[in-house]
């Protein structure tokens, strides 16, 4: 695989608007852990891992939809349909697969074509190149089990990696800044003031991609099973976002105990790191961020606001959020182990 350069461009406004992922993104996830299944080599653990998946996925009865369906969708490359990994699954699986399930007939054709232009179009997805309503749910209920077979046994671990990849950039978040946690990022990224700098997938080396912010933010998502490049969305007219290789961390969850979980619960540890990561974030923000209902999340941030730890203001009909300082004292004595490796 070539690879050429991403070149994401910011504005002073996409700056104060980068986000952070609070949960894995289980459909980015899908995809790029197809292309680790479609792989070679990777030692005996992926190995074992391989075999376990498609055990899993025969078990189930969907193997022979998976390797006729899912992989030819997710070919290792340069291109694959974005409408696999659509937004809404940043609010949790449930959605996301329901999301890929109603994606318009016209999208899907659109996309299909492109893909057709980089490999062609193998037979298992005619049906889905010409809109067909069936075979557009029967996308969804695939790729609901394949998630379940390759990831459940694993989800201890990812959640675990995951979650300090994100302490770490929450952590020179508040310290630093945005701009020394963009530079903070892992080596296949470069900050250069506006431009993020990527090594990306390309059809030939000195192939180079540029995305111009231009206001909307941009939203970053540590993967677990990205491997050696960043991905992006192909659409820029979709909310954007940078999914990267998260950096693997020296303590597994079974030896590390998270003293602010210890301390306040998770939801409320996992509610004020959302704060501090995303200053003035909304009620329904936090909601959907730690994958509580609207009720218990304003419960853990009136707790939260009691003990002193966070503010709350009111605009309009939103109540807007912000760490204080004792809060952001008591994320700072809790910081992340150092990575172990980079990826």
Known sequence: MALG?????????????????????????????????????????????????????????????????????????????????????????????????STPRRRIRHELDLLQTYYGLPPGLEDLARGDPRAIRDLGRVAAGYCQAAFAPHMQQMEHTLGQERSALARHLTDDGVEQMLDQLPPMMRWRSPVLEADYPARAAQNSREIHLRGRGLTLIPSYFCRI??????????????????????????????????????????????????????????????????????????????????????QANLMLHQATTLGAELIRTQPPNEPRTRP
């Open 229 to 314: 490049t960043p991905v992006a969305l192909v659409d820029q007219g979709l909310p954007p976002v940078l999914v990267y290789p998260a950096r693997r961390w020296s303590s597994s969850p079974a030896t590390v105990k998270d003293p602010l979980v210890e301390l306040l619960g998770r939801t409320r540890a996992e509610t004020l790191r959302c704060i501090m990561a995303t200053p003035g974030c909304t009620t329904t923000e936090l909601a959907r961020r730690t994958g509580a209902s609207l009720a218990n999340v304003s419960k853990h941030a009136q707790v939260l606001r009691q003990a002193g730890l966070i503010t709350s203001t009111r």
């Open 5 to 101: 350069t991403l070149k994401i461009v910011f504005t002073p406004e996409d700056l104060a608007r980068v986000r952070i992922a609070s949960r894995p993104d289980l459909m980015w996830e899908m995809v790029l852990s197809l292309h680790l299944l479609q792989a070679r080599g990777g030692g005996t653990a992926m190995a074992a891992w391989r075999r376990q998946v498609r055990d899993n996925l025969a078990e189930i009865g969907l193997l022979p939809q998976t390797r006729n369906v899912l992989i030819p969708l997710a070919p290792p490359g340069p291109y694959f349909p974005d409408f696999l990994t659509p937004a809404e699954t940043q609010m949790g699986l449930d959605q996301g697969v329901e999301a890929l399930a």
